[in-house]
């Protein structure tokens, strides 16, 4: 299924993110538990010794070079380099009848690991993310022992260095995996794959397909639709192709197709918020106006004969969703627009009077404010379809049409689009320095 929205992570967005993801491993490597370590040690010409290393404590765990690299077609690998760790824990011997105990240092330095992160997604379109390999290298280890037998602890210090690699090596990558799957992939799943908007509408963003990655950026295709929330019925047209701009400066891209508005159109057009009733009431104050037959006997004079000095009431629909379109100078639609008129007779019933329809050149200005796509549209030039009327009677019909599109129609539509329709974006993430583009 082709995305109707797509989301760009290039490597400086990956960097950024990468930045935050090495402090909270640091944090994670630091609480590594060791076991207690016990064995024996032959040393030549004096026998056997036996060891026990006990309550093992990592003071730190530092990872001062990291990096994350895309690998095309295959997901994200995290490259650590020159780590090193501080810990310390206490010991004791016996050899024969003799028997030592204490504390001791030990320095882990030279730490490289690797990390490979395969990327997917759910049954439910969330995105998913897992450690498909890892492998840890420690190059060099160094224990400090204090005690009153010197000489006897370096003759088995390397053994104890030999046991500490081993075991650092695996829990290095047991914490790394558990971190993934305890930090890393909760926390992508709180992308929102819904989002509702209004008591009316909602936005499925659920996965497409799993993340692509390439050479230059993570891509990943959301449907991007709008549905209903009292009827969720399939739309009636297929999203296009989205060619997606090859621009990689920036830290991340949202890109929306006309499939993405336009399933909102068909989304509030199927729920009737389309449909707008203008009476006297709903004319602003300070327009000097008045909703009745008499403005509009100007140019249908029957409707003073048949009723006089009536209060009106007009009901604007459209026959069907406008559709628009998306070029280099931004967003248009030319809407069908049903105006019907009626007279509100003293006991409010209403007496249907006449029929116009007209198209209209509306453009939208989009933007990005707290995470939300908002606009704003304009009306342009529009044509009536009337009977024939002689040039003032047409010039009267043109101004009130005006007054309706600018007072009344143009405010309602622009606060709604003002509180605007959520960004797919994971918890506790803002955006700045936001540039809007539109493309053919």
């Known amino acids: 299924t082709n995305p109707g929205f797509v989301v760009r992570i290039t490597q400086a967005g990956l960097d950024y993110a990468h930045q935050h993801g090495i402090t909270v491993l640091e944090k994670e490597l630091a609480q590594v538990k060791l076991p207690d370590i016990s064995g024996d040690f032959r040393i030549r010409h004096v026998g056997k010794v036996h060891y026990e290393i006990s309550r093992l404590d990592l003071r730190s765990f530092n990872l001062p070079y990291s990096r994350i690299s895309l690998v095309p077609n295959v997901g994200l690998q995290v490259s650590i380099s020159n780590a090193f760790t501080e810990l310390d824990g206490n010991w004791r011997i016996k050899l024969y009848f003799i028997r030592d105990h204490g504390s001791f240092d030990l320095k882990v330095e030279n730490v490289y690991i690797k990390i490979d992160l395969k990327l997917g997604s759910d049954a439910a379109g969330k995105p998913t993310v ?118 990689h400066d920036r830290m991340v891209y949202f890109g929306a197709s006309s499939y993405f508005f336009n399933t909102a159109s068909f989304t509030y057009h199927a729920a009737g918020a389309l449909v707008f009733e203008i009476t006297d009431s709903t004319i602003p104050k300070g327009i000097d106006f008045h909703l009745n037959t008499t403005i509009f006997s100007a140019f249908i004079p029957q409707l003073e004969k048949m009723y006089p000095d009536m209060p009106m009431k007009l009901r604007l629909s459209t026959p069907s969703a406008p559709f628009l379109n998306i070029g280099p100078a931004g967003l248009s639609l030319k809407p069908v627009v049903d105006i019907q008129a009626y007279a509100i007779l003293p006991n409010s019933s209403l007496a249907p009077l006449f029929l116009l329809s007209l198209t209209s050149n509306v453009s939208a200005v989009v933007d990005v404010k707290s995470g939300h796509i908002v606009g704003s549209l304009n009306v342009g030039r529009y044509t009536l379809f009337l009977p024939p009327l002689s040039a003032p009677q047409v010039r009267t019909l043109q101004s009130i049409m005006n007054i309706f599109a600018s007072s009344i129609l143009l405010p309602r539509l622009n606060a709604r689009l003002e509180q605007g329709f959520p960004l797919p974006l994971p918890d506790r993430i803002t955006l700045s320095n936001i540039l809007v583009r539109f493309h053919q």
């Open 130 to 247: 897992d450690t498909s390999d890892c492998s840890t290298r420690i190059s060099k280890v160094r224990v400090h022992f204090s005690g009153k037998f010197g000489w006897l602890y370096n003759l088995f210090h390397s053994a104890v260095e030999s046991r500490f690699r081993k075991i650092l090596e695996s829990k290095v990558c047991e914490m790394v995996a558990r971190s993934v799957r305890s930090n890393l992939q909760p926390y992508i799943q709180t992308l929102p794959v819904t989002a509702r908007i209004d008591a009316m509408a909602g936005i499925d963003y659920s996965l497409v397909a799993p993340p692509t990655a390439t050479a230059q950026s993570l891509d990943v295709d959301l449907k991007g639709e709008f549905f209903s929330l009292a009827h969720r019925s399939a739309v009636p047209f297929p999203p296009l192709a989205l060619a997606f701009p090859p621009d």
